[in-house]
């Protein structure tokens, strides 16, 4: 995980693929093709597809009331007033497939994390 570039999501049921794509700098066509769907992903899905690229995400899940809580670089999972929706925390900047570039959580409820190792 060197510079993150930022990705949208190619669909609005595409966030996971679109995260996944920006931590490891591959196509999100590449993604969509190794995930086997470009629909909501799963926890499960998640990990699987970080794991095909050497990467893991600690084991406990943990909830974040603001960025200062997040560990270096994290999975987000966020209850956003549509859905719940996958995001990225890397090294100060919230790499959101559907917002963008923000240096603070877009609108949720619930904010929940795994750190990415």
């Known amino acids: 995980m060197n510079s993150i570039k930022h990705i949208f ?5 595409a966030c996971g ?9 591959a196509d999100v066509a590449e993604i969509i093709r190794l995930a086997g769907t470009e629909r909501e992903t799963t926890l499960a899905d998640m990990k699987r597809l970080l794991s095909l690229y050497g990467l893991s995400l600690s084991g406990e899940r943990r909830q974040a009331e603001s960025v200062s809580q997040l560990p270096e670089t994290a999975l987000l999972s966020l209850e956003t007033p549509k859905c719940w929706h996958w995001s990225l925390y890397a090294r ?3 790499y959101d497939p559907e917002h963008g570039v923000l240096d603070g959580f ?12």
């Open 9 to 13: 999501e190619p669909n609005p049921l």
């Open 17 to 25: 693929q679109a995260v996944i794509a920006m931590i490891t700098g």
């Open 106 to 117: 877009p609108e949720s409820n619930r904010k929940y994390f795994w750190e990415i190792k």
């Open 92 to 94: 100060g900047k919230i």
